[in-house]
C-alpha cells in the first residue's frame, strides 16, 4: 500500500489542503518510537521492575484492562521523584529508523503524532528531539515534595483516548480518515488503529497482527516508508 492508495485527494475538493497536512502518521511510543517500555525503567528506582514487566506483558497482550492495569502499575512507583524520572530520559532508546521516518513524513507534506500510555514527564523532553507535531500521554500524580503518590493524575490514556485523541487530530488539521495512519505493538493501540486509513502492527503483539492492515516485523522503522510509498 502506498500514499497514493489511501486517497491523498485535495481536501474538500479545493485544489489544496487547507490544513497544510496531506496526511497524518499517529504513533504509539513505548516499544515502538522507542525501544523501552519506560514504566519499567522508572520501576528499577523501586527495584519492583519484574513485577511492574509481567503487568505490562499482560496489559499488551489484551489479557488485563489497561486502566486497571496501570493504576497497578503506578501504585508500585510511590515515592520515586521527579528527579529520578528525569534521569530515565537517558536512557531510552529510540527505535531505529526513526528519525529518518519522522523526516521523510514531514517532506511527503504529513505530520507526526504519538499518543502514549505512558507519561508526560518523559514523552515531552522526547517528543521534542524527535519534532513530533503532536503528542499525548498520562500523567503522574505528584506531591509538593515531588515525589510520585502512586496513582495517575487526570485521565488514563487508554485505548478508547487513543481513539478520541487521534480523531480529533485529524479533524483539527483537516484530514479524513482514511488519509490517517496509525502504527502500534500492542492492546491498548487497537482503539486508534480501529479508525484509521491504514493500521500498522510494528513488531507486535499477536491480538494486533491480526487486526492491523500489514505487520512490519523487524524493528526498523524506515519499514513504515517503503509500506506508504515513501521509499522505493
Not at 497514493?4 to 499517529?26: C, N
Not at 530515565?88 to 505530520?111: C, D, F, K, S
Not at 505528584?142 to 485529524?170: C, F, M, N, Q
Request: aromatic share 4%; glycine share 10%.
Amino acid at each position: 500500500m502506498s500514499i497514493s492508495d489511501l486517497e491523498l485527494t485535495p481536501v474538500h475538493g479545493s485544489g489544496r489542503v487547507t490544513a497544510g497536512a496531506r496526511f497524518l502518521v499517529v504513533f504509539d511510543v513505548d516499544s515502538t518510537l522507542i525501544e523501552d517500555e519506560v514504566i519499567e525503567l522508572i520501576a528499577e528506582f523501586a527495584d519492583v521492575r519484574d513485577e511492574v514487566a509481567e503487568v505490562t506483558e499482560r496489559a499488551m497482550r489484551g489479557e488485563l484492562d489497561f486502566d486497571g492495569s496501570l493504576r497497578e502499575r503506578v501504585a508500585l512507583l510511590r515515592g520515586i521523584s521527579l528527579d529520578q524520572i528525569a534521569r530515565v530520559g537517558e536512557r531510552i532508546r529510540v527505535t531505529r529508523g526513526v528519525p529518518e521516518t519522522i523526516a521523510a513524513i514531514h517532506a511527503a507534506g504529513g505530520r507526526v503524532g504519538a499518543v502514549s500510555g505512558g507519561f508526560h514527564e518523559v514523552l515531552d523532553p522526547l517528543a521534542e528531539t524527535l519534532g513530533l507535531d503532536l503528542w499525548r500521554a498520562n500523567r503522574f500524580e505528584v506531591t509538593a515534595d515531588g515525589e510520585l503518590t502512586g496513582d495517575v493524575s487526570g485521565t488514563i490514556i487508554g485505548r478508547d483516548v487513543k481513539r478520541h485523541t487521534v480523531r480529533s487530530w485529524a479533524q483539527s488539521l483537516d484530514v479524513p480518515a482514511e488519509r490517517v495512519i496509525t502504527v502500534g505493538d500492542g492492546a491498548n493501540d487497537l482503539g486508534m488503529m480501529s479508525i484509521a486509513g491504514l493500521s500498522v502492527a510494528f513488531d507486535a503483539k499477536p491480538i494486533v497482527r491480526q487486526e492491523a492492515a500489514i505487520s512490519l516485523p523487524s524493528r526498523d522503522m524506515t519499514q513504515l516508508l517503503a509500506a506508504l510509498g515513501l521509499r522505493g
